[in-house]
Structures are given as structure tokens and as C-alpha cells.
């Protein structure tokens, strides 16, 4: 360390000094009995921090969500949601350090989503986590969105443990994952063009529902009938991939035609029949891969996991075949930094993560690990 009697330090020196005390208290985190991590998520239109402890226990869970701001204009505009994170952020820590009863001195380290997500709204995220990182002289853990969404089950089922397999199923992201240890992820098939959350999201669009459309899709579903054959085959039959652009586009279509003939549409029967072919769609090449693996466990993990009718097909098929299935509680379906903080303490007992104060936002990170 530095230490210049008499002479002030310049920007480098001080940042060399906390570089080096930012990674002696990284690496002894490995061995630390109780971790204290603070974390920070603002990857899209929820400002969230949290405060977890040995990534299981939620000591405070503090969401400030923008629903209603951008619900006016059908979809979350991004400059508005990053000067919307910049006016919660401040007040989301302060309540995030009261919930939980402790003092900022009592935190370990502070983690941060920096990808994958809007620039400039995890930019907000990323710039307050490295100024809290840097005042408190605490490292700086830099963390996967999607892999939160992973350890979302983590806090949620006290008995999880890897190894198992991984149905990510986002606004961002659809993949199928196989999860061998905390930090060491493989893609096994993911989507080649939109993911599942936003092929919701537009569907319920096209057909004037209010934003997000998921939840609204699932809920007006359960009064329609699966009635509707939509111009659309699934694409990609023997892969893991997925592809939802056509079938968007098919439901899309058949509203239009639909409106330029005058004619009615029910709109629950359309939520219903789209509902059924996405589900459809998520389940059978999960089942496919599954069964060929033999898979044990699986994890479903994203705000589309919220979903009640993908939830009832998945326990239809893990009752059926003897696979224990783990579903994220609701309030930590979609984002928030608890499932962050999470995953922040399996990369530092595994010794990743650790971020200098260069750190910036990335819009797009690889899913796989180790």
C-alpha cells in the first residue's frame, strides 16, 4: 500500500490502494464463515437493492418498480427507466441497509448486475456500485443477470444444490442450461431470435393489452379455449434451440386480418391458443432433454417462470418422471438484486467476479461459465 507522508496520493495511488485492499478482502471471503453482500440490480425497469447473507438468507429485498410509468406507453422506454433508476437508487440503498439491521460497516462486499440488460440503465447500477465499493473499501463483484435468475431458486429452495438442469425463460434470455456447479454453465440451446418473455410482451401488444403483457396473457387465458390454429410450425424441430418470431408474427397476423374484415376477436381464446403453443413449445424440448440426460432436478428460472400454466405442464412432466422440479417463488420470478447478491457469494467462494473500478455495462455477456 501507499503511504506518503506528507505528499497527497494522486488518482493512480489511490486506486492501487484500494485495488489491493479491495482483493486481500476478496480473497479471504473464501474462507469467511458468514458473508455479508450488498447488491445492486437496475438491469431494466426495477431499481432493486439487497442485502444477503451466505447466498441463501434475504436480509432486505428492496424493488422500486416502474411498471406504472412506462405501462402508458405499452413497453419500458429506456431513457426513461435510467432516470428513473437514478432518482430511486440513493433511497433503495438506505432502505435496503435499515431492513436488514445492520450498518454499511457490517457488509463484506458489494455486488452489481452489469449485464446483460438496457446500457443505460445498468450503467446507473454499475457507476453507484463502484462509489459505494470504493467508500466502504469493499470488492466489487460484477454479476450475470441471467445467472441471478438462476440463483433465484437458490434463496427460494434451502436444498438446491447443483448439479441440474436449467430452463431460463426471460424477458432477455430463453435457454436451456445444464448447471454442473455454481460457477461452471452450459448453454444447451437457446433462442435465435426473440426471447419468450418478449414474444409475450408483443402479443399482448398487438392485442391492446396493458403492459406487462405476461402476466396479463396468463391471467385473461384461463377464461379462453385453445381453439385457434395460428399459420405458424414450430421451425426447429430436432435442436434445443428455440425460435418465436414466427409464431409472433402468426398471432400478429391473424389480429390484423382479423380487424381488416371487421370481424370479432376474442382475445381470451387468442391468449389461450398462443399461451398453449409457447408452453408447448418450452416444455417439449425441455422433456426432450431431460429424458435423454436423465436428468434428476430442474430448475425453472425467470419471470416467465411465473407463468401458471408453464408451471403446470412442468409439474405434470416431473411427477410423471420421478424429476424433482424447483420453481422460483413468485416475488423473485421476476428481477431484483437478492437473487444477485446470491450468485455474488458462489463467485467469490469460487474466486470470480472480482471487478476493478474500471467496470462498465455490457448489454450482452455469454451465459456459459467455467
Same mark, same amino acid.
Given at each position: 500500500?501507499?503511504?506518503?507522508?506528507?505528499?497527497? !496520493?494522486?488518482? =493512480?495511488?489511490?486506486?492501487?490502494? $484500494?485495488?489491493?485492499?479491495?482483493?486481500?478482502? %476478496?480473497?479471504?471471503?473464501?474462507?469467511?464463515?458468514?458473508? !455479508?453482500?450488498?447488491?445492486?440490480?437496475?438491469?431494466?425497469?426495477?431499481?432493486?437493492?439487497?442485502?444477503?447473507?451466505?447466498?441463501?438468507?434475504? #436480509?432486505?429485498?428492496?424493488?422500486?418498480?416502474?411498471?406504472?410509468?412506462?405501462?402508458r406507453f405499452g413497453g419500458v422506454v429506456p431513457e426513461v427507466a435510467s432516470r428513473n433508476h437514478i432518482l430511486a437508487i440513493s433511497s433503495c440503498y438506505?432502505?435496503?441497509?435499515?431492513?436488514?439491521?445492520? *450498518?454499511?460497516?457490517?457488509?463484506?462486499?458489494?455486488?452489481?448486475?452489469?449485464?446483460a440488460g438496457l446500457m443505460g440503465a445498468l450503467l446507473v447500477g454499475v457507476n453507484f456500485a463502484k462509489t459505494v465499493a470504493y467508500c466502504l473499501n469493499? +470488492?466489487?463483484?460484477?454479476?450475470?443477470?441471467?445467472?441471478?435468475?438462476?440463483?433465484?431458486?437458490?434463496?427460494?429452495?434451502?436444498?438446491? &444444490?447443483?448439479?441440474?438442469?436449467?430452463?431460463?425463460?426471460?424477458?432477455?434470455?430463453?435457454?436451456?442450461?445444464?448447471?454442473?456447479?455454481?460457477?461452471?454453465?452450459?448453454?444447451?440451446? @437457446?433462442?435465435?431470435?426473440?426471447?419468450?418473455?418478449?414474444?409475450?410482451?408483443?402479443?399482448?401488444?398487438?392485442?391492446?393489452?396493458?403492459?406487462?403483457g405476461g402476466p396479463v396473457i396468463d391471467k385473461i387465458a384461463k377464461e379462453g379455449r385453445d381453439n385457434i390454429k395460428f399459420n405458424y410450425h414450430s421451425?426447429?424441430?430436432?435442436?434445443?434451440? %428455440?425460435? %418465436?418470431?414466427?409464431?409472433?408474427?402468426?398471432?400478429?397476423?391473424?389480429?390484423? &386480418?382479423? =380487424?381488416?374484415?371487421?370481424?370479432?376477436?376474442?382475445?381470451?381464446?387468442?391468449?389461450? @391458443?398462443?399461451? *398453449?403453443?409457447?408452453?408447448?413449445? #418450452?416444455?417439449? /424440448?425441455? /422433456?426432450?432433454?431431460? =429424458?435423454?440426460?436423465?436428468?434428476?432436478? !430442474?430448475?425453472?428460472?425467470?419471470?416467465?417462470?411465473? &407463468?401458471?400454466?408453464?408451471?403446470?405442464?412442468?409439474?405434470?412432466?416431473?411427477?410423471? &418422471?420421478?424429476?424433482?422440479?424447483?420453481? +422460483?417463488? #413468485?416475488?423473485?420470478?421476476?428481477?431484483?438484486?437478492?437473487?444477485?447478491?446470491?450468485?455474488?457469494? $458462489? $463467485?467469490?467462494?469460487?474466486?470470480?467476479? !472480482?471487478?476493478?473500478?474500471?467496470?462498465?455495462?455490457?448489454?450482452?455477456?455469454?451465459? @456459459?461459465?467455467?
Amino acid at each position: 500500500m501507499n503511504i506518503l507522508k506528507g505528499q497527497a !496520493l494522486t488518482k =493512480e495511488q489511490k486506486m492501487a490502494d $484500494y485495488l489491493e485492499i479491495a482483493k486481500q478482502k %476478496f480473497d479471504a471471503l473464501k474462507d469467511k464463515k458468514d458473508v !455479508l453482500i450488498l447488491a445492486v440490480e437496475s438491469s431494466c425497469d426495477e431499481t432493486a437493492v439487497s442485502v444477503v447473507k451466505n447466498g441463501r438468507e434475504v #436480509l432486505s429485498n428492496v424493488v422500486a418498480s416502474q411498471i406504472e410509468i412506462h405501462k402508458r406507453f405499452g413497453g419500458v422506454v429506456p431513457e426513461v427507466a435510467s432516470r428513473n433508476h437514478i432518482l430511486a437508487i440513493s433511497s433503495c440503498y438506505k432502505k435496503a441497509i435499515e431492513e436488514a439491521k445492520i *450498518e454499511s460497516k457490517d457488509l463484506d462486499a458489494i455486488a452489481v448486475t452489469y449485464g446483460a440488460g438496457l446500457m443505460g440503465a445498468l450503467l446507473v447500477g454499475v457507476n453507484f456500485a463502484k462509489t459505494v465499493a470504493y467508500c466502504l473499501n469493499l +470488492p466489487l463483484i460484477a454479476v450475470s443477470h441471467v445467472h441471478g435468475h438462476i440463483s433465484a431458486n437458490y434463496i427460494s429452495h434451502q436444498d438446491l &444444490n447443483p448439479p441440474f438442469a436449467c430452463l431460463m425463460v426471460s424477458g432477455g434470455h430463453t435457454a436451456i442450461l445444464n448447471v454442473e456447479d455454481y460457477c461452471k454453465i452450459k448453454v444447451i440451446g @437457446s433462442t435465435v431470435d426473440d426471447s419468450v418473455g418478449e414474444c409475450f410482451d408483443k402479443v399482448a401488444r398487438v392485442l391492446g393489452l396493458p403492459y406487462p403483457g405476461g402476466p396479463v396473457i396468463d391471467k385473461i387465458a384461463k377464461e379462453g379455449r385453445d381453439n385457434i390454429k395460428f399459420n405458424y410450425h414450430s421451425p426447429l424441430k430436432d435442436t434445443y434451440n %428455440f425460435s %418465436f418470431s414466427g409464431l409472433k408474427t402468426a398471432v400478429v397476423n391473424y389480429v390484423h &386480418n382479423k =380487424e381488416q374484415k371487421h370481424e370479432d376477436i376474442d382475445k381470451n381464446d387468442v391468449a389461450c @391458443s398462443f399461451q *398453449e403453443l409457447v408452453t408447448q413449445e #418450452l416444455v417439449e /424440448k425441455t /422433456k426432450h432433454f431431460c =429424458e435423454k440426460e436423465d436428468v434428476k432436478k !430442474l430448475v425453472v428460472a425467470g419471470g416467465v417462470g411465473a &407463468n401458471s400454466r408453464l408451471r403446470e405442464k412442468l409439474s405434470l412432466f416431473c411427477e410423471k &418422471n420421478g424429476i424433482k422440479l424447483y420453481l +422460483p417463488n #413468485l416475488k423473485y420470478c421476476t428481477d431484483n438484486a437478492a437473487m444477485i447478491g446470491s450468485m455474488a457469494y $458462489y $463467485y467469490a467462494k469460487n474466486g470470480i467476479g !472480482l471487478a476493478d473500478l474500471t467496470l462498465t455495462a455490457k448489454p450482452n455477456v455469454d451465459i @456459459s461459465i467455467g
